[in-house]
């Protein structure tokens, strides 16, 4: 594999630019103007009422009903599309799951809402708690932002090299932020949490290997103590990273670090591990993907891709559906309860090692040959192609628009049929798009890091009852 496909994979430097469709009006615009009118109503209302000094000839009860019907409606409008979106960005590709598909809502013009300067290099995506951006830069630094692109803190990590040297860590993994903590992987195998609000350093955690693939989640789930069903607790989540080298994976205590169990190896495996249904599923270079239980690591079944088409890229879950690109440029769908492998979309014969975003009804990926394919989820047909004339990565999805980059220009699609709705060069090379309150968060090698979005400007301040 060549240096340069290992620095794409798993949205190490993956690209991002971002085109917004113009439309007549949002829905967060729309509402906002249904609010005023509301409120002006409400407020007519109310002086027609002081003006009559309460009489009940004009105070009557069908009159509080409407009145009663139009502030609540307002209140719901405000709630349900001026409030701002603060959905987790957990893995470089959205949940547990790597799925990139986000709820929120795009803006119709996209602007520079901050910009921070991180002083070297952001390759990898940005990840967030819903409340915090956070990413690594160059020179060994993990960085912590609020979602206004404020600095909450940061933290420099060294290393001793054999000469007796001190030198900068380095991160190739992206990040991953779950149970108010976030997760750092090194090149050197180690395992690193810290305390999502203040950056100190909770515990570390020795693969022996390597971590190039983002860290995940085995959330732990609430149930109730059985001596007193009114005492709720949760049960300890874990997180699993995989041994790059080896391709093992390593599933420890999220709030100790103290291993829960540990798989034999595959063989080397880049990618991430993608969870979802009870089950972890990763991609390898024995050109297979591989499930294991996430109650303890059983190892449930491969699944033979075959030929030329080592898995380097993160695998998405669906349901029972794994989705993953290969080596030798298909797509591959694979029922990961049964075995089967359900299509394969072979549009492409370069690399495929982006992370695919997966719909309801369709699949987004990229390839090295520099396009982006949408393919229908159930049988693997090609709905549309784009070409970007660089080097894709992986894209991820909100609502209706695909957000992608590619040699340092993010581009926003129709996710109905792939026309470009709006690009934009940032740098030479930016991060895959993280999708954040909001807002598309972008790193860059010129070490800055960026949000698009509408401009605070033009937000409308909120009316106050």
Known sequence: MTA???????????????????????????????????????????????????????????????????????????????????????????????????????????????????????????????????????????????????ERWKKGFTRTNDAGAEM???????????????????????????????????????????????????????????????????????????????????????????????????????????????????????????VYSTADGTRLRDIEIGGDAQVAGGTAIAGDLAFAGARDGQLVCANAATGEMVWNS???????FSTPAVTQNQVIYSSDNGFVYAVDREQGKTLWIFETGGLPTSPVVAQNQVAVSADGVLYLLSLKDGQKLWSKQISDEISSPALIGGMIVVGADDGTVSAFGSSPSKMQAVPQL
């Open 4 to 150: 340069k496909t290992q620095r794409r994979k798993d949205g190490k430097q993956e690209n991002m630019i971002r085109t917004i469709k113009d439309r007549t009006e949002t829905k967060s615009s729309w509402a906002q103007r249904m609010w005023s009118n509301e409120v002006a109503i409400i407020s007519i209302h109310a002086v027609f009422l002081a003006s009559h000094d309460f009489d009940p000839n004009y105070f009557d009860l069908n009159f509080c009903r409407g009145l009663f019907l139009r502030s609540t409606l307002a209140a719901v409008l405000f709630v349900c599309f001026v409030s701002p979106v603060h959905a987790d960005w957990n893995t470089y590709h959205g949940g547990a799951d790597l799925r990139g598909v986000s709820g929120m809502s795009l803006p119709d013009q996209t602007e520079l809402i901050w910009r921070y300067n991180a002083g070297g290099a952001v390759y990898a995506t940005p990840v967030s708690d819903g409340e915090r951006i956070f990413f690594t830069a160059k020179k060994g630094q993990v960085i912590a932002l609020d979602l206004t692109g404020s």
């Open 346 to 352: 072979r549009e492409s014969m370069d690399q495929t």
């Open 168 to 290: 900068p860590v380095q991160f190739d993994a992206p990040l991953f932020c779950a149970d108010g903590l976030v997760f750092a992987g090194t090149s050197r195998g180690t395992l690193i949490a810290l305390d999502a609000e203040t950056g100190e350093e909770k515990w570390r955690y020795e693969t022996g290997g390597i971590i190039t693939g983002s860290p995940n989640v085995i959330a732990g789930e609430k149930t109730f103590d059985r001596e007193d069903a009114k005492t709720q607790r949760e049960e300890m989540s874990a997180v699993v990273v995989l041994d790059q080298s080896e391709g093992a994976l390593h599933t420890v205590d999220s709030k100790t670090g103290l291993r829960l169990w540990k798989t034999d190896g595959v063989g080397r495996a880049d990618g991430s591990p993608g969870i979802g249904g009870g089950r972890v599923v990763f991609g390898s270079c024995l050109s297979a993907l591989h």
